[in-house]
């Protein structure tokens, strides 16, 4: 028999993927692949290690608009530690529980089983189609406009926004959709990359194969601040420079936070 916090932290997240604003049939999966028995054991998972080894302090939740929404946060820690954390801050903490959608890279599906998998946890592939399909159902989506520029960057450049993409803005003027800034302090800290080895990336046909001090994550505390939500009008379809505009808006509110979370955080494990 399962340890008895085991148990209820288990039963903890059925009843709150059961609160959930989710659109499941008989069988229990929604449009795009979600099984809510898969999500439920996976974020158990993701669960004790954002209670238990990172020891996740998420701020700000109750920033979370009802309805439709992008996440939108900086990215790093070599792999997509950060992103987990993110999501199940949303499930266990947020009133009502709010799933996140992850816009996933599109080489992600080519690694063998993970693309069923990404499915059944309620990721997509990061398509515009996808992306407008989940945000007018009214679904929470995430996403990180650094990319692999973010996740993968060396220790060095720790802390320090990389160029972000434009497709985010574009999908949030298109579908009305507020946008939530998400800024994540301990992140960096759990994997300290020394370079990027990238005859071995280009051979396992990814986007980059970082070069790490530790093989499992280190225990750093993680900070997890929501900001209020940001509206924007105009044309999806304007020049670059124009959406840019607005998109360094979003950057510049989470650089702030994320300067202002460095300065509050008292050590990197505590």
């Given at each position: 028999?399962?340890p008895?916090?085991?148990r209820?932290?288990?039963?903890?997240?059925?009843?709150r993927?059961?609160?959930?604003?989710?659109?499941?049939?008989?069988?229990?999966?929604?449009?795009?692949?979600?099984n809510?028995d898969?999500?439920?054991?996976?974020?158990?998972t993701?669960a004790l290690f954002?209670?238990?080894?990172?020891?996740v302090?998420?701020?700000?939740?109750?920033?979370?608009?009802?309805?439709?929404?992008?996440?939108?946060?900086?990215?790093?820690?070599?792999?997509?530690?950060?992103?987990?954390?993110?999501?199940t801050?949303?499930?266990l903490?947020a009133?009502?529980?709010?799933?996140l959608?992850?816009?996933?890279?599109?080489?992600?599906?080519?690694?063998?089983?993970?693309?069923?998998?990404?499915?059944?946890?309620?990721?997509?592939?990061?398509?515009?189609?996808?992306?407008?399909?989940?945000?007018?159902?009214?679904?929470?989506?995430?996403?990180?406009?650094?990319?692999?520029?973010?996740?993968?960057?060396?220790?060095?450049?720790?802390?320090?926004?990389?160029?972000?993409?434009?497709?985010?803005?574009?999908?949030?003027?298109?579908?009305n959709?507020?946008i939530?800034?998400?800024a994540?302090?301990g992140?960096?800290?759990?994997?300290?990359?020394?370079?990027?080895?990238?005859?071995?990336?280009?051979?396992?046909?990814?986007?980059?194969?970082?070069?790490?001090?530790?093989?499992?994550?280190?225990?750093?505390?993680y900070h997890i601040?929501?900001g209020?939500p940001?509206?924007?009008?105009g044309?999806?379809?304007?020049?670059?420079?124009?959406?840019?505009k607005?998109?360094?808006q979003?950057?510049?509110?989470i650089?702030?936070?994320?300067?202002?979370?460095?300065?509050?955080?008292r050590?990197i494990?505590?």
């Amino acid at each position: 028999m399962a340890p008895r916090f085991l148990r209820e932290l288990n039963h903890e997240i059925r009843d709150r993927l059961a609160k959930a604003p989710l659109e499941l049939n008989s069988y229990g999966y929604d449009p795009w692949g979600l099984n809510v028995d898969v999500a439920r054991r996976t974020m158990l998972t993701f669960a004790l290690f954002y209670k238990y080894y990172f020891r996740v302090k998420a701020y700000g939740l109750e920033n979370l608009p009802r309805g439709r929404m992008l996440v939108i946060a900086n990215h790093a820690g070599q792999i997509a530690i950060d992103a987990c954390m993110i999501g199940t801050a949303t499930v266990l903490e947020a009133d009502p529980p709010r799933p996140l959608r992850g816009m996933g890279e599109y080489w992600l599906p080519t690694l063998p089983f993970f693309n069923v998998f990404m499915a059944r946890v309620g990721g997509v592939v990061g398509t515009p189609k996808n992306c407008i399909d989940i945000l007018e159902h009214g679904e929470a989506v995430i996403a990180f406009p650094e990319g692999v520029r973010g996740m993968n960057k060396p220790f060095r450049e720790r802390y320090k926004l990389q160029e972000f993409g434009n497709g985010f803005m574009r999908l949030a003027l298109q579908t009305n959709t507020p946008i939530v800034p998400v800024a994540v302090v301990g992140s960096e800290e759990q994997a300290p990359s020394l370079g990027n080895f990238r005859p071995l990336a280009h051979l396992l046909s990814m986007p980059a194969f970082p070069i790490v001090l530790n093989f499992f994550p280190l225990p750093t505390r993680y900070h997890i601040y929501f900001g209020a939500p940001m509206e924007f009008r105009g044309n999806p379809n304007d020049e670059d420079e124009v959406i840019v505009k607005k998109v360094e808006q979003v950057k510049g509110r989470i650089h702030d936070m994320i300067q202002r979370g460095l300065r509050q955080r008292r050590s990197i494990f505590f």
